[in-house]
């Protein structure tokens, strides 16, 4: 793999896995290291909520994030993608937990679905990804962008019934959906929430432009999603002062980052889980491996494809690659104690929009939620959620501007339709539903388009001739039945298929019969080379 220098990378340069750093220019760390400190403030609060959401120990969302970043991003086939414990696989998890009867016992499932990522890496099952059409990438990466703000605005306002990270419109933790859990946000806002939100987004606001416009490297390079979490402890300490009334708490408070702390007289083992293999005599393990494995698997690939469009290095990612490196992870994450595994586009966005150029980065972010865990757990509890929301929702408006709306309406109606029903399903119900849907669009419109495409028809007088310019299926039937039903008496009508190697046998079938219609009606009928193609 050629690396060069940030902003000269080859176009659509394939990244391949990379087993030593002496390919990386030390001149990166300025970039990369910043957006590490950037994600591990973003991936913070989403491990520990993902983790509550699944119904395992928090601590288990801190491994997989660790595991995310520095095994994953080790052997990742790409360069920015990030990953950790995904939402999408929270309702998963806990149903698996309760059937299985130990959290013990779903992890021996955990290091199945790792291995079994293996081989699809191995057989080159990554190759699937292609088959998703463009609109509904497109769609996925706005949608994500939207449910964020969607889903922070109540964390800014102050209100925390719902887990930090949680994805689906029906929420499982208060019972509220996206949209009557802001309005119940809204009824109970926090004053200090909210100045804490409000000056926090302000600023990231004021860096971004004055990073735009400064040729000063400070601006570019310095993280200001740390000035954002120092801001945000500061006001609170502030408010602890000044306004009680206005703080927001402590570690005791559900609206403060809770990093879970090793026990007094414990050791650093007793925070870790361990798999119960003998659950492995159970076939229903095997089952929910599997789930596993294709569900994370799926949700990798996809949101790979969508990390690819946001890289601006335009890089390539291997796909096949990144399965290996996934079921490296989950295996490994399985065997200390961690949730599953999947690139996760929160974090790879926070990632590439923190300036990030390597996997370095991603490498360095795992790191860092290493080093809380066991050193920085005291003043990470003081962070308030409110100026973690503020970071989110910037990210979030970055995957949503509006002029990605406005392009792709411009591209036409068969890439906006997939793309606003992608959006949309997403929004309202979840990320899997919302791709099935917005894919089973964008197939149809491709089936209508080429069925409207795939023959053509010129008259002179009577004189009517029907050319096939190519493949012909069932979905033409209906539009070539309205034609040959609107020819007249005196029509002298031929039928070409010699373009079309391939005619579906019931458009063959209701050409030849049209045979006797025709001569009723007094029509012409001639067809030429239309052959009715092997079954």
Request: aromatic content about 10%; hydrophobic content about 50%; some cysteine.
């Amino acid at each position: 793999m050629s690396l060069r220098s940030p902003g000269n990378y080859v176009y659509m340069q394939r990244v391949s896995p990379i087993r030593t750093f002496a390919s990386y220019k030390t001149a990166w760390l300025r970039q990369d290291l910043p957006a590490a400190l950037s994600v591990f403030l973003v991936a913070l609060p989403l491990c520990l909520g993902i983790a509550l959401a699944s119904g395992a120990p928090l601590f288990s969302g801190l491994v997989a994030g660790m595991i995310g970043g520095i095994v994953v991003g080790l052997f990742s086939g790409s360069e920015v993608s990030v990953s950790g414990p995904a939402a999408g696989l929270a309702v998963i998890v806990a149903d698996a937990i309760a059937k299985i009867g130990s959290y013990e016992s779903f992890l021996a499932a955990v290091v199945l679905a790792g291995i079994m990522q293996l081989v699809l890496g191995l057989i080159k099952a990554g190759r699937f990804s292609s088959f998703f059409p463009d609109s509904v990438i497109k769609g996925m990466l706005v949608a994500i962008g939207l449910v964020i703000i969607l889903k922070q605005i109540p964390h800014a306002l102050g209100r925390d019934n719902d887990y930090e990270g949680e994805f689906e419109f029906q929420q499982l933790a208060d019972g509220e959906n996206t949209v009557s859990e802001i309005y119940r946000a809204i009824e109970t806002a926090s004053t200090g929430a909210v100045l804490i939100s409000v000056v926090s987004l302000a600023f990231l606001i004021g860096w971004e432009r004055v990073a735009g416009r400064s040729t000063r490297m400070f601006f570019k390079n310095f993280p200001a999603a740390l000035v954002v979490v120092l801001l945000g402890i500061g006001l609170n300490e502030f408010f602890r002062v000044t306004v009680p009334d206005w703080y927001l708490g402590d570690t005791a408070h559900q609206h403060m980052v809770q990093i879970p702390t090793i026990a007094p007289g414990k050791s650093l083992f007793s925070i870790f889980d361990f798999p119960n293999f003998s659950v492995l005599r159970n076939s229903e393990i095997y089952v929910i491996a599997a789930t596993i494995a294709v569900v994370a698997s799926l949700e990798t690939l996809l949101k790979l494809e969508a990390s690819d469009r946001l890289d601006t290095g335009r890089r390539v990612s291997s796909t096949n690659q990144e399965l290996i490196a996934q079921g490296l992870g989950n295996t490994l994450s399985g065997l200390i104690g961690g949730l599953p595994i999947t690139s996760v586009v929160v974090r790879t966005s926070a990632n590439i929009y923190g300036g990030a150029k390597t996997r370095v980065s991603t490498i360095f972010h795992g790191i860092f939620l290493l080093i809380a865990v066991f050193l920085g757990g005291p003043l990470l509890n003081l962070i308030p959620l409110s100026c973690l929301a503020a970071v989110l929702i910037m990210v979030g408006y970055k995957l949503a501007r509006p002029a990605i709306f406005k392009k792709i309406y411009k591209d036409g109606w068969s890439q906006f339709v997939p793309f606003m029903v992608t959006v949309l399903g997403i929004i309202f119900t979840d990320l899997l539903k919302g791709i099935a849907l917005g894919t089973v669009v964008g197939i149809l419109y491709v089936l209508y388009t080429n069925s409207r495409t795939n023959f053509r028809v010129t008259r002179a007088g009577t004189q009517v001739k029907i050319d096939f310019m190519k493949d012909l299926y069932f979905l033409s039937k209906p539009q070539l039945k309205e034609i040959l039903g609107g020819l007249k008496p005196g029509d002298e009508v031929v039928i070409d298929g010699s373009k079309a190697p391939f005619i579906d046998h019931d458009i063959y079938t209701m050409l030849h019969e049209y045979r006797d219609i025709a001569q009723v009606q007094g029509i012409g009928y001639e067809l030429r080379l239309v052959v009715s193609s092997p079954k």
